[in-house]
């Protein structure tokens, strides 16, 4: 099995600036999209931004023009710059490995990490 490791997350005034990144705990072969998500309590979990193994993007509407994903294919890595950050970019955010393949040769599965918390204060 795997785990990914988040870091990054804390506390922020707002127009700040974070960056989240996420590693897995071991190698694993291959992973098709990187992304990231992000829950507010009593809310569902939202797509915040994926990039695929070929460096295509998709944000959300909310965070298009502030956040900017990237990946670094050789470890597997994903990261969430985000920038003129808003209160209500306060959530926890989860990163997320889809399509992964931990041995060649082994079924794609998906994976998300535990969370790490942001706060950006008004």
């Known amino acids: 099995q795997v785990q990914l490791v988040e870091s990054g997350g804390g506390l922020v005034q707002a127009g700040g600036s974070l960056r989240l990144s996420c590693a897995p705990s071991r190698n694993i072969f291959s992973v098709n999209v990187l992304g990231w998500d992000r829950q507010t309590p009593g809310k569902e979990r939202e797509l915040v931004a994926r990039i695929t193994s070929g460096s295509s993007t998709n944000y959300a509407d909310s965070v298009k023009g502030r956040f900017t994903i990237s990946r670094d294919n050789a470890k597997n890595t994903v990261f969430l710059e985000m920038n003129s950050l808003k209160p209500e970019d306060t959530a926890v955010y989860y990163c997320?490995?889809?399509?992964?393949?931990?041995?060649?040769?082994?079924?794609?599965?998906?994976?998300w990490g535990q969370g790490t918390q942001v706060v950006v204060s008004s």
């Open positions: 997320v490995f889809e399509a992964a393949r931990l041995r060649p040769g082994d079924l794609e599965y998906d994976y």
